[in-house]
């Protein structure tokens, strides 16, 4: 058992490091959400325990842990959050860049490179 | 008691006030000025009564200890929340003066305290982890604000290095809980002796790597320079001087508090480390032309000082930690802000920021440089007096080369200042930074009470 969800992370996180070092800003964000899956099955794996629901629970027979149960599901509540704070971020990237590749990206901040300490300058005069 | 649970309650409620209210009036703004000064007040009074009467502890729902969230106020952690909440000021009320530019930025900014001063004052792992990523929430949002191009950039840069950061750390709370059986810092620290020793120092590296990128220490800062110097002053303001306070208070939490073998164990990496990114960022640093790259690559060298602190250790080592997280704090808060604007005052808060950073009396810094080099000679070593010098001697250099840069050359365009509302703002930050320089006593005496609150959770 440990060792199927051993497995299962690992190629959730493998496939999710891949996926966050593309050029693609989607599957970045694709590579996020499975990290993000990883880490809830690591906390199930790391403290799931047999026993009857603990709800009432008849105290002869061995009851199971419902900590890790509440972690879980807070932590998948936190990763929808985070997940949808991303997409609208990549959302307002296709907005201004329009397009979702990074290497785009990285041209048009080339481009931009030069024109960043008069825009600098610009938040600056904007100040006065 | 109360005061615990004001300090967190009035960020929440203003927050969720100020969320549908529309930040881009200036009343809006101010609002969220007043009720980050009340969370101070109400901070300050907690401090006065942990400084006095010992750490606070309020258990979540009325329940017993051991079923619900232990909420808990102790020096170390009331310390981190008003230097954080006093920058949170400082940046609102600096936009507030100039007119915030997005609808959300003022809500944003109490949800962001609300997320710290929970995270500071929280005494269960998984809680901590939760106010983590409320603040955390918040400041990717906030590195946003602005709406240009760099601003976006450095928004998906920081989210998307922070998330993976998150991600490390729940995956170590999740290892935590499966040798130790608890999330109660107390009952945690007491477990893990008796836990073995590799997956003692596997988890403790999990949370050492979560927390240095938060701090943009030198493996892990690759993300600061970007998010820095592409989001707008009060924004860098607010990441450089109140949420990358969760890094150094993970570390100094976590670190000395729960993993203290795992601490000992790697003293010699971490002042190794913290070695590496001194000279790191002080070198970079040096070499920048623009103010905003200067100030980012300074933080990361300035972070160095509180690893090195930290791996050396001992009382003295954790209390010059402590102590030099707040400078550190103010220092960058204050020098983000003055090089935002233009006009008088800011030469000279400039000025007062940049020998605090140095380490020159009659600035903050100096305090927090004399405990550091207390620090090397407690531990004995040459090696360590010498790197404090010549980071120093390093860091006065950029800072003045800066200030030649942007003080000293008259660009002939004949802008005129800021207002001078928001250059009195920074010369308040600059003042504060003088007079707790002139009389440390009361800091000085908090950083000792945090670490006596960290040693006897220890113990």
Do not use: C
């Not at chain 2, 329940?63 to 009331?78: F, K, S, T, Y």
């Not at chain 2, 900014?109 to 929280?122: D, I, K, N, R, S």
């Not at chain 2, 060298?301 to 250790?313: D, I, S």
């Amino acid at each position: 058992m440990i060792l199927a969800f051993a497995l299962a992370v690992a190629v959730l996180f493998g496939s999710g490091a891949y996926l966050l070092l593309q050029r693609d800003l989607l599957r970045v964000v694709g590579g996020i959400a499975l990290i993000s899956q990883a880490a809830a099955v690591t906390l199930i794996a790391a403290s799931l325990t047999r026993g009857q629901a603990p709800i009432a629970p008849d105290p002869s027979r061995p009851v199971s842990d419902p900590v890790p149960q509440a972690l879980v599901l807070t932590a998948l509540v936190i990763g929808l959050a985070t997940l949808a704070l991303l997409l609208a971020l990549v959302h307002r990237v296709v907005v201004v860049f329009r397009t979702t590749r990074r290497e785009a990206l990285t041209a048009e901040e080339t481009e931009r490179a030069h024109a960043l300490e008069p825009e600098q300058q610009r938040d600056r005069d904007e100040a006065t | 008691m109360t005061s615990l649970s004001v300090a967190l309650l009035v960020p929440w409620v203003a927050g969720a006030v100020l969320v549908p209210l529309d930040g881009r009036r200036r009343w809006v703004a101010w609002l969220a000025v007043a009720a980050l000064a009340g969370t101070l007040a109400a901070l300050v009074v907690l401090t006065v009564r942990v400084v006095a009467s010992g750490p606070q502890q309020l258990v979540t729902g009325g329940w017993p200890a051991g079923i619900g969230i232990v909420l808990r106020a102790d020096a170390l952690g009331v310390t981190f929340a008003l230097v954080s909440v006093v920058v949170l000021i400082a940046a609102t009320a600096n936009e507030a003066i100039l007119g915030p530019r997005a609808r959300t930025f003022p809500a944003l900014l109490v949800l962001l305290a609300a997320g710290l001063t929970g995270l500071f004052l929280t005494g269960d792992v998984f809680n901590f982890y939760v106010f983590f990523e409320i603040a955390m929430t918040a400041s990717y949002a906030l590195t946003a604000y602005g709406g240009e191009a760099r601003q976006l950039r450095a928004a998906l840069v920081f989210a998307g290095v922070n998330l993976l950061g998150s991600f490390i750390f729940l995956m170590s709370v999740a290892g935590l809980y499966h040798v130790t059986g608890a999330l109660a810092m107390a009952d945690v620290a007491d477990r893990m002796s008796a836990v073995g020793a590799n997956a003692g120092l596997l988890i403790a590296v999990g949370f050492f790597v979560a927390f240095s990128v938060k701090l943009g220490l030198f493996p892990f800062h690759y993300w600061l320079p970007t998010v820095y110097a592409g989001s707008r002053p009060a924004v860098a303001a607010v990441l450089s001087g109140a949420v990358a306070n969760i890094g150094g208070y993970g570390l100094l939490r976590f670190g000395a508090g729960v993993f203290s073998d795992q601490l000992r164990l790697a003293s010699t990496a971490l002042v190794v480390l913290g070695a590496t990114s001194i000279i790191y960022g002080g070198v970079l640093a040096a070499s920048r032309g623009d103010t905003a790259e200067m100030l980012a690559y300074s933080a990361i060298g300035q972070v160095g000082y509180v690893l090195v602190a930290l791996g050396v250790g001992g009382a003295v080592g954790l209390a010059a930690a402590v102590l030099y997280s707040v400078v550190n704090a103010l220092n960058k808060a204050l020098l983000f802000l003055a090089a935002g604007l233009r006009g008088r005052l800011l030469a000279g808060a400039f000025v007062l920021g940049a020998l605090s950073v140095a380490g020159v009396p009659p600035a903050l810094g100096y305090i927090g440089k004399l405990e550091l080099f207390r620090t090397a000679v407690v531990a004995g070593s040459a090696a360590l007096v010498v790197l404090l010098l010549a980071g120093s001697a390093l860091s006065l250099v950029y800072m003045f080369q800066t200030y030649q840069r942007n003080f000293w050359r008259d660009d002939g365009s004949g802008k005129t200042s800021s207002p001078v509302a928001n250059r009195l703002v920074v010369a308040a930050l600059a003042l504060l930074v003088l007079a707790v320089g002139l009389w440390p006593e009361p800091l000085l005496a908090l950083s000792q009470h945090a670490v006596e609150a960290l040693s006897g959770r220890q113990g």
